[in-house]
């Protein structure tokens, strides 16, 4: 079946520091992939999403571009600021019927 | 953008009673929605599959019985923990995929169940 794996956290980093979450998928047939992120008190959000290999998913400052051969998703962002401070989900939808299968949540903490 | 509501956001019942969590669409329509179980520091678990029309589609190991889904319109499920005990207390949240995007999932706030 599929699964996704994240680095698990929590990862706390100063302000304007490189971040970096690794994720990485297994999966039948060609997922599409996502980075949903999860701020304190609120529901999830999508962040970002490609659909295809060698698609790149922008947003916020966030950056994470979808690699087949090495069945990852890296999230990665160059400066980040306290409000980045949430929890991160990985996440795969696969061929049967949009159903998402989640990492494990990656908790970031940035600190001013 | 699609937005997803549930109500109640936060429910404190006793063992041994029912409650229901709702899950709206609120802005365009869903004839799939997706319910989830969140435990603290983990990941979604996906529960079920919520169908307008027909049965939910359940994921491996978890009790239809227990966990009654019901789609009863294009903007409405319902999840019913019956007989419920402790070990359901949980964050259960909601998503709806986008009718442009079918991709992309509009997840709800998410209902915080305390089971005493």
């Known amino acids: 079946g599929n699964s996704v794996t994240q680095m698990e956290g929590p990862v706390t980093l100063s302000e304007e520091a490189f971040l970096t979450i690794n994720c990485t998928y297994t999966?039948?047939?060609?997922?599409?992939l996502f980075w949903y992120v999860q701020y304190p008190g609120e529901g999830l959000q999508l962040l970002l999403k490609?659909?295809?290999?060698?698609d790149k998913g922008s947003n916020k400052g966030f950056e994470a571009t979808y690699r087949k051969e090495t069945t990852s998703f890296h999230l990665e962002k160059g400066s980040v600021q306290v409000s980045d401070s949430a929890v991160y989900f990985c996440?795969?939808?696969?061929?049967?019927?949009?159903?998402?299968?989640f990492g494990g949540g990656t908790r970031v903490l940035v600190k001013p | 953008g699609a937005v997803v509501s549930q109500h109640p956001s936060r429910v404190i019942c006793k063992s041994g009673t029912s409650v229901k969590i709702e899950c709206r669409s609120l802005?365009?329509?869903?004839?799939?929605m997706f319910w989830y179980r969140q435990f603290p520091k983990k990941s979604l678990m996906l529960m079920a599959t919520?169908?307008?029309?027909?049965?939910?589609?359940?994921e491996q190991g978890v009790e239809k019985d227990k966990f009654l889904i019901n789609h009863a319109s294009l903007t409405l499920s319902t999840l019913t923990v019956t007989s419920a005990h402790p070990e359901d207390s949980s964050f259960y949240i909601c998503?709806?995929?986008?009718?442009?995007?079918?991709?992309?999932?509009?997840f709800g706030p998410g209902t915080r169940l305390t089971v005493l």
């Open positions: 998503s709806a995929p986008g009718t442009g995007d079918s991709d992309t999932q509009y």
């Open positions: 999966a039948t047939g060609y997922p599409s």
């Open positions: 490609a659909t295809k290999a060698d």
């Open positions: 996440a795969l939808s696969g061929a049967a019927g949009n159903k998402l299968t």
């Open positions: 802005d365009f329509q869903a004839t799939t």
């Open positions: 919520s169908n307008e029309g027909s049965k939910a589609t359940y």
